[in-house]
């Protein structure tokens, strides 16, 4: 029997013998080849920490021990050595494993930290509370990627962990040189000079212990250095240095990015699998290349995610026009404000999830000054296989609060370019596009344009006005035949630029029965919110139902399933008109097509 078979949790690593756990290693990287190749996910960070994690649970004792993972996409071998092997046939789907620490799978996950920076300040915070209610007989350990540290959230926690040298608190720095990409900045000079036997450290001149550099693939000298760290009872940084994509060729080959995110891919020639054709991320690629081109003073900036976010192309053409910034998301829209003073226009290329993190740099120092920034925003709406976290389901509620931005959300790759191309023409202040992970599909022409607004079907009577907001607008078609084969007229449109409301569609919607609209963001303050309130103030009395994202957060699984848990299928959008216009027939009060009101009429 091969040893992993008889790891059930972490208890039995304490049993087996040094050799033994060398020979568990090799045997934890081939399980994860295995099964990370076969569903896709982040492969080379944890490649990279099979060793780490071994060594951290020989030493302390989880779940008493407080082990928190940061960022999450590294927990992968802390899953298996913790009772969760058989998930792994199913990881990112529905019914599997998370791909970052989920609670709810294990007591052995303490948060759903997939948002990079913040394990640091959950470690002060659970110190703080040991100390307060005077318990001393456990560790908090946080294992912390040297591209967290280029979050400035991190160097917060620092700053106040250090305040407190009577808590004991073990910092484990797992030093691979990279985020996604290579880690920027300062910090990374500062850490090859540790490696180098430079010192003293930042750290120590922070006041925090120092322990290493530790070579993160030689168990025992991890275990001696926590050990070591665990005896002083006080905060201690214990800096390991590893390898990502460790121990597989495919990833130690891959210079991009050493494995960090493989799509399912064949082991034995680490090729992906077939993809299913053009992404919105490529289309943005392409265009963003364009643009440049034509525009010497754009340029584009990245938090550490420069090839997902669409501008490696960009990067390799015009390397000095590409900034990246490290896991910094405020400095990183702080940053384009001032490079918009400066007359240069910036496009900050981002995932959706994480622009939450920088709302009040977006609204005080980019729109408060009408800055034209361009925020392109990838993975928008359901994302599906990465967890609650990664949906982008809030964006459109949080930025329309924002005075003088305008918001597109383009339904395909012409649109994309369109829409691309007139925001970065904008010069009156901040504009935005988002769009989602996945293949961007078939152009969908309007059949007529009405003061600004894309017309896309036109059928029958005007009974139900469908307002589709960007990648949708295939489902609001959709739903458009299913209504078409039951006898009620519709109407569908896109407004391309869905902030602020184009007041064009209060008079479309005057003309109809009922509307709806259809958006993969959140129904809490969505687009379909915004028209409400259009509606409203221009006396529409048309009646309007949201189709979009409940306020929950969303179990991982496929785009299709995650939608489909929403209610966001054409059956059953269709299915909600139907029972909705038949409340309308039921109702003393009709609406005729031109929108005229008449008491007791039954159509």
């Known amino acids: ?21 060398r020979d568990l290693a090799g045997e934890i990287r081939a399980f994860l080849v295995d099964r990370v190749c076969a569903s896709g996910g982040h492969l080379g960070p944890n490649l990279g920490v099979v060793e780490l994690t071994i060594a951290l649970h020989t030493v302390f004792e989880s779940p008493r021990d407080r082990v928190l993972w940061d960022t999450g996409h590294q927990a992968y071998v802390h899953k298996v050595l913790t009772g969760r092997q058989a998930g792994f046939d199913r990881l990112r789907r529905s019914g599997g494993l998370s791909g970052y620490p989920n609670p709810e799978e294990s007591e052995h996950d303490l948060v759903e930290n997939s948002h990079a920076s913040t394990a640091l300040s959950y470690a002060d915070g659970l110190a703080r509370a040991d100390a307060h209610l005077g318990r001393r007989d456990r560790a908090t350990v946080a294992v912390v990627g040297d591209g967290a540290l280029t979050g400035g959230m991190a160097w917060e926690a620092l700053n106040n962990i250090a305040g407190g040298p009577d808590r004991p608190l073990v910092v484990v720095l797992n030093d691979n040189g990279r985020s996604y990409a290579p880690t920027v900045g300062g910090l990374a000079r500062h850490l090859a000079d540790l490696r ?8 120590e001149q922070l006041g925090l212990g120092y322990l290493g550099p530790v070579d993160g693939h030689d168990i025992a000298a991890v275990q001696d250095a926590l050990r070591h760290a665990a005896a002083l009872a006080r905060p201690v940084v214990v800096h390991v240095v590893t390898a990502k994509g460790k121990g597989f060729r495919h990833t130690e080959d891959n210079d991009l990015d050493l494995g960090h995110a493989v799509k399912p891919m064949d082991p034995r020639t680490g090729q992906p699998l077939p993809a299913s054709g053009r992404s919105f991320t490529s289309v943005f690629a392409q265009e963003l290349v364009e643009l440049a081109e034509r525009r010497a003073d754009l340029v584009a900036i990245t938090a550490a995610m420069a090839e997902p976010t669409g501008l490696l192309p960009l990067q390799r053409k015009h390397p000095e026009r590409v900034i990246d910034v490290g896991i910094a998301e405020q400095h990183a829209v702080t940053m384009a404000a001032g490079l918009s003073l400066g007359g240069v226009h910036p496009v900050v290329a981002i995932y959706s999830t994480f622009v939450n993190r920088a709302l009040d740099q977006v609204l005080m120092d980019v729109a408060l000054h009408r800055r034209p920034v361009t925020f392109v925003l990838d993975r928008s709406g359901v994302t599906g296989d990465d967890g609650p976290s990664h949906n982008g389901m809030w964006d459109l509620s949080v930025l329309q609060v924002v005075p003088g931005l305008r918001i597109a959300a383009p339904r395909d790759g012409a649109r994309l370019a369109e829409l691309l191309a007139e925001a970065v023409a904008w010069s009156e202040g901040p504009t935005l596009l988002r769009f989602p992970k996945g293949p961007v599909g078939p152009d969908l022409p309007a059949v007529a344009t009405f003061n600004g607004v894309d017309v896309l079907r036109r059928s029958g009577p005007s009974d139900v006005l469908v307002v589709a907001v960007g990648a949708l607008a295939g489902l609001a078609l959709a739903v458009a035949d299913g209504m078409r084969a039951l006898g009620i007229g519709v109407t569908v449109v896109d407004p391309r630029w869905v902030t602020p409301v184009n007041p064009a569609l209060a008079d479309v919607a005057r003309r109809h029965r ?34 979009g ?12 399933e995650v939608l489909a848990a929403c209610g966001l299928t054409a059956q059953d959008i269709t299915r909600a008109v139907v029972d909705l216009l038949a409340g309308l027939d039921a109702a003393p009060v009709g609406i005729d097509d031109a929108g005229a009101v008449h008491a007791g009429e039954e159509r």
């Open 549 to 560: 994202i409940p306020r929950r957060f969303l179990s991982h699984g496929s785009r299709a």
């Open 1 to 21: 029997m091969a040893l992993l078979e008889t790891v059930r949790d972490p208890a039995r690593l304490r049993e087996l013998t040094a050799a033994q756990l």
């Open 514 to 547: 009922l509307a709806i609209t259809v958006e993969d963001n959140s129904r809490a303050g969505g687009v379909g919110s915004a028209i409400a309130q259009t509606l409203r103030d221009n006396d529409v009395s048309t009646p309007l139902r949201e189709f």
């Open 196 to 203: 180098a036997g430079g010192g003293p450290g930042v750290f």
